[in-house]
């Protein structure tokens, strides 16, 4: 019994270490960027990324949780509007544009509210390139001890999100182009 005592007693120990070095390592800032190449022109891209109405059709946070309640607030499409959701798996929050120039480059805070508080930077670029758009989407995040450990937990699977929801961005675009809408 008392050797029972001794390698739990040394596992909870070894465990708290990690942890301590893991909240003294695990980086404060986070940064994540993905780009894709579409075959449409930029103004076509810019009316898919700018609009949330379309926005919230190729990003990925719906198909997480197909019954959250998303809404529209503001002038769509303009800076000063957002989109909100709330849901079970994916708590409540909000994306808001601060600034669009049209057809370059679509400035947004991500407020998530619940189930954990932050606020990241995120930003959407579009150049213009032979046959079509590059657009590159990024986000910026700080997360203070000892949440930066779940921030570097997180990094992969946004990064996929971002990647899966470029590629939808892409068809919707190009789906778009081919059949002669905007």
Known sequence: MRKFFYYSAWVIGMTM??????????????????SVFIHAPPAAVWDQTARF?????WNTLK???PDAQFRINGVDGTAGASTTWTGKK???????HLSLTPHTEIRQQLEFFEPLASICDISF???DS???TRVSWSMDA???RPQNILGMFMKD???TDFRKSLQRLKSAAEANVSAGRK
């Open 90 to 96: 994916i708590g409540f929050g909000r994306l808001r």
């Open 63 to 65: 198909e997480r949780e």
């Open 157 to 159: 699977n946004l990064e």
């Open 53 to 57: 109405d379309r926005y919230n059709q």
């Open 125 to 127: 670029k579009f150049a």
């Open 130 to 132: 032979a046959g079509g």
């Open 17 to 34: 270490a990690l942890l301590a070095i893991l909240l003294l390592v695990a980086p404060t800032h986070v940064h994540i960027e993905q």
């Open 142 to 144: 700080k997360y203070p």
